[in-house]
């Protein structure tokens, strides 16, 4: 319980300190992915939560609702994974956690069983080895001859595998570490 709260603390910490001292910019990109896709722009979708239980994750809206084609900003935004900020918010109400898996669509956490289903009582995180592991995961699936197949049998199992390590071996230590991983990426 106390690696817990002491979790809570940390995902609280850190995500007001990031949204107060990015929040001019945060407001900018809005605005911008607003125009860019003549919408509103953020992309709210229902995904796997801590538990197998539903939440919405907020993110910038990179694709145009018109034409589903990826914007010139979105592509940007998706590069440098600006697009993933709203998600601090996920993190304040509990939905998220800095760290953890990523949430997934419906269709693949919610299916996992036996021991692999531990997965599901961490929270979803914003950031997580797999995800820095994946982080070109759209262009790895499309270079695959059957994507779906490909992520199927090759990326999810890797991403679970590497989600259960996280799971039995997780610490404030090892959250620091990955966040450094994330930045040194974001930013090379």
Known sequence: MRKAVQKRFFDLFLSLILLAACFPLLIGIYLIVSIDTMSNGIFIQNRVGQ?????????????????????????????????????????????????????????????LVGEERKILELKPGITSLASIKYRNEEELLSKATDPLQYNDEVIFPDKVKMNLNYYYNQSIALDLNILFQTFSKMMG
């Open 51 to 111: 538990y197998g239980k539903g939440f919405n994750i907020y993110k910038f809206k990179t694709l145009h609702p018109k034409t589903q084609r990826i914007s010139r900003i979105g592509k940007i935004l998706r590069k440098s994974k600006l697009d993933e900020f709203p998600q601090l918010w996920n993190v304040i109400k509990s939905d998220m956690s800095i760290v953890g898996p990523r949430p997934d669509i419906w269709g693949y956490y919610d299916k």
